[in-house]
């Protein structure tokens, strides 16, 4: 399976975070996944979420945008037949690895797999969503010994960037783990005040906002 987490990283990651660094998210991230089919798991939020995707692709919207349960769906491309997109949700990473930083876990906002959506077609049942290639990240972590306030802050901004505060929230607040996510900020604000103060200053956009609503 994909390491889509992984690769949002170093996609998004900003020119100045070094090539060390990098290396070593490539190296040190793991990630245990579970495919989920949200057509079986959450069956009503689907059908109304296909009514939504259907009346924009007869609106000829480009990019369609939605959530589903602690899931955020974005469309990357649209053809006559449907979208394909990118689905978004929270996980738990362990992030830092240095003297500088130490060790803390976060919930991390990242991609977790792609769906296809299909409009209604001749004899068929209807549209909705097929071909659904959607993973859950369960354990992850993003450690370097050579970390520093500054990269860890930069990745963190990064990945709450790509999704609206909004949706952001949402997401959060109807995932399973938010108590288990609720605890890791916490904890985050209290312990190690030496070496995350240096970090949480560093936390723009999103991330500084979410990190401030929170608790």
Do not use: C
């Not at 660094?21 to 057509?39: G, M, P």
């Not at 109304?48 to 945008?65: E, G, I, P, R």
């Not at 209290?190 to 906002?209: F, M, S, Y």
């Amino acid at each position: 399976m994909k390491n889509i987490l992984a690769e949002n990283m170093l996609r998004f990651r900003s020119k100045n975070i070094a090539a060390q660094e990098a290396a070593a998210i490539r190296k040190l991230i793991e990630q245990v996944t579970t495919e989920i089919d949200i057509k079986k798991t959450m069956p009503k939020g689907s059908a109304a979420l296909s009514a939504v995707f259907k009346q924009n692709h007869d609106n000829n919207v480009a990019q369609v945008t939605g959530i589903i349960g602690p899931y955020y769906l974005v469309s990357n491309r649209m053809s006559e037949n449907g979208y394909i997109g990118g689905v978004f949700g929270f996980g738990s990473v362990n992030v830092g690895g240095s003297q500088r930083t130490g060790v803390m876990t976060l919930p991390i906002p990242s991609g977790t797999g792609r769906f296809v959506w299909h409009r209604q077609l001749p004899g068929t049942n209807g549209p909705g969503f097929g071909e659904i290639d959607f993973v859950k990240p369960t354990a992850k972590s993003m450690t370097d010994s050579n970390a520093t306030p500054a990269s860890v802050a930069e990745i963190i901004n990064e990945l709450y960037n790509e999704i609206p505060l909004r949706d952001l929230q949402t997401i959060y607040n109807n995932d399973k783990n938010k108590a288990s996510y609720d605890k890791m900020i916490a904890n985050f604000k209290t312990r190690d005040l030496e070496r995350n103060a240096k970090i949480v200053p560093l936390l723009k956009g999103n991330a500084e906002k979410f990190f401030a609503q929170t608790l």
